[in-house]
């Protein structure tokens, strides 16, 4: 009978352990998006950067970490990143409004007419939080729609 409580408590001692462990590098996951929000509003945005890439580490579904370094790389003025970070969150979630219109802006300021044609209309489609931007981006997309174009509208 000992043998079998020593191997009971043995068990429960470890699973406890287990436990408490496991609990803590949760808190300590969901801990870096919050630690590179608080970056990001103190513009401290290489912190920040370093916040998000972590979470992203811990879940790689990270929508939200995936948005808000495409925001450091738009204040960055790194076009090439944002776009790959925007990409991501689209991938994760194709009806996020706010990446839609972000990317929407990037294509309109690269020139891309026919893929910020594509996105303008998904962004009709889709919109909830950024629907007041319609406005901005149709006009944003008027000055790049080629002439030819122009007179069939």
């Known amino acids: 009978m000992k043998i079998k409580f020593k191997n009971i408590f043995f068990l429960t001692m470890i699973f406890a352990v287990f436990l408490i462990v496991s609990t803590n590098g949760i808190t300590k996951e969901s801990n870096f998006f919050d630690k590179g929000i608080e970056f990001f509003k103190k513009k401290d ?9 972590k979470d992203i580490v811990f879940d790689p579904k990270s929508e939200k970490s995936y948005l808000y370094l495409a925001k450091i790389f738009y204040e960055k003025d ?4 944002q776009e790959i970070n925007l990409n991501n969150v689209l991938l994760l979630n194709p009806k996020n409004d706010e990446a839609i219109y972000m990317l929407t802006i990037l294509k309109i300021k690269q020139s891309d007419y026919d893929r910020a044609k594509e996105l303008i209309e998904k962004f009709s489609m889709v919109c909830k939080t950024f ?3 319609k406005e901005e981006v149709r006009k944003k997309f008027n000055k790049l729609i080629p002439e030819n174009e122009k007179s069939n509208d």
């Open 78 to 81: 790194n076009d090439e990143e």
């Open 131 to 133: 629907c007041s931007k």
């Open 45 to 53: 945005y290489e912190k920040s950067k370093i916040q998000f890439e």
